[in-house]
């Protein structure tokens, strides 16, 4: 039985037991949620790492991207990225490879990641279709599910499937005139499929197909959203609700077989519409976990993008959304390399952790009452041991003059902490 099957059934697996007292969560409560799928636990019965846990009542959590492209393959810098990304506490990985051996690194990330590992299979399908007959339209319906079915086998605990977008959604991104039409890249592969071949999306013609391998894996199935938009202008538009509508239902259909599902959302966000976009997904797709890119509040921070993104992310996750894709500094530009995957990781988590402490989590709330306490104190290691970057503060703390050790050379002997406390202590 699938982890929704058990749940409904009122058995509390030793999955939901672990991520209930991870989360300090009523494991009863827990897997209630499962069965109406508020929260999915993303892992592979084939992979053997902690369960994650991802939706209502939880953390917030974050994912961080890495993979090739045919013009950088390094299977070794891919693997520093993993390690890179899990020292700085992202809670899951996508592997989002276009170019060199696909399936070994794959394999080595399974190997070698103690955290949740996720894919886009219509990647691996499209450059094999690519190589083989020298067009992303020559896919067939079954070499798509061929690598679905391939990355729930070997392991891999969330797929990306870009099932909402539909020749309907399409009729309607004609109509909407839209600055930037379409960026995700799995959405646009099978745009130029479907156009091509003038066929609906196989994901969506063929969606019980998708739900027996998920069900034989107990895969999750993150429903992508090939429509998100890809700029300020674009969102909110009538393209991005037409596709969460197909999402919502979709969802349902998963739910109803035993398939847990996360749903995909913008994207480029206008801070005002950030919270709107939250409650639209959860009420149309009835409480779904949310997972967000960003989202990006401004279209200029080129260069600076995950600070742009930590801010909606931040946002989203307070406003009720469950799971934040990190952006790295290179966003638009280029592949990221580790430095920017290290920037990327440690902005996400500052917006999950802001976003938790508005949801009122009790250890996001008692992290900061911690740090507070250690500044009072001026306890440096104590300050350095709850920072996200402990590596770099202590680096800064080692070139302060012997003198001031026990402050910071910003206010130095004129430290109001250390002022107000000596005044305090005279007045009593």
């Known amino acids: 039985m699938t982890r ?31 069965a109406h799928g508020f929260t999915v636990i993303a892992r592979n019965a084939a992979h053997d790492i902690p369960p994650l846990g991802i939706g209502r009542g939880l953390r917030t959590k974050i994912n961080a991207n890495i993979g090739t492209s045919k013009d950088r393959v390094s299977l070794d810098e ?26 070994d690194l794959r394999k080595l990330l399974l190997q070698r990641s103690r ?19 020298g067009t992303i339209a020559k896919m067939t319906t079954d ?51 479907m156009i091509y071949n003038d066929r609906e999306n196989p994901l969506y013609e063929h969606f019980d197909r998708l739900l027996e391998i998920s069900k034989r894996y ?3 199935l993150s429903l992508g959203d090939a429509l998100r938009p890809g700029c300020l202008e674009d969102a909110t538009d009538r393209s991005q609700i037409e596709e969460l509508l197909t999402l919502g239902e979709l969802k349902d259909r998963a739910n109803d077989q035993g398939v847990q599902v996360i749903i995909e959302g913008p994207g480029h966000v206008p801070l005002d519409q950030v919270e709107l976009n939250i409650k639209i997904q959860k009420e149309i797709c009835k409480g779904a976990p949310f997972y967000v890119l960003g989202p990006l509040v401004t279209d200029i921070a080129v260069g600076y ?11 989203a996750g307070a406003a009720g959304a469950d799971f934040l894709c990190y952006v790295t500094p290179a966003e638009h530009i280029k592949l ?55 590596e770099r503060i202590r680096e800064w703390r080692s070139k302060i003059p012997p003198t001031e050790t026990d402050v910071c050379s910003m206010c130095g002997e004129f430290c109001a902490i250390r002022t107000v406390e000596r005044a305090l202590r005279k007045e009593r």
């Open 336 to 390: 990221p390399d580790i430095h920017d995957v290290k920037e990327g990781v440690i902005a996400s988590k500052i917006a999950a952790h802001a976003a938790d402490i508005a949801k009122r989590i009790p250890s996001a709330i008692e992290r900061d009452k911690k740090m507070a306490r250690c500044r009072k104190n001026l306890d440096w290691d104590g300050q350095i041991a709850l920072s996200l970057d402990p």
């Open 115 to 133: 955290i949740s590992v996720g894919t886009v299979p219509i990647y691996e399908a499209a450059v094999r279709a690519a190589e083989e007959h």
């Open 4 to 34: 929704i099957e058990l749940a409904r059934k009122g058995i509390v697996s030793d999955e939901v037991r672990f991520v209930a007292q991870s989360e300090c969560v009523d494991a009863e409560k827990l897997a209630e949620d499962i």
């Open 143 to 193: 070499s798509i599910f061929e690598v679905i079915e391939d990355h729930a086998r070997e392991g891999i605990d969330f797929v990306t499937v870009h099932c909402g977008l539909t020749r309907r959604a399409i009729e309607r991104l004609r109509e909407e005139g839209r600055i930037l039409d379409i960026v995700s890249r799995g959405g646009s592969f099978l745009l130029e499929w």
């Open 218 to 220: 107990d895969v999750t």
């Open 78 to 103: 891919e693997l520093e990225k993993l390690r890179v990304l899990t020292r700085y506490g992202a809670d899951a990985v996508m592997d989002l490879s276009t170019g060199g051996p696909l399936r």
């Open 305 to 315: 993008d995950h600070i742009a993104a930590a801010i909606g992310g931040a946002l």
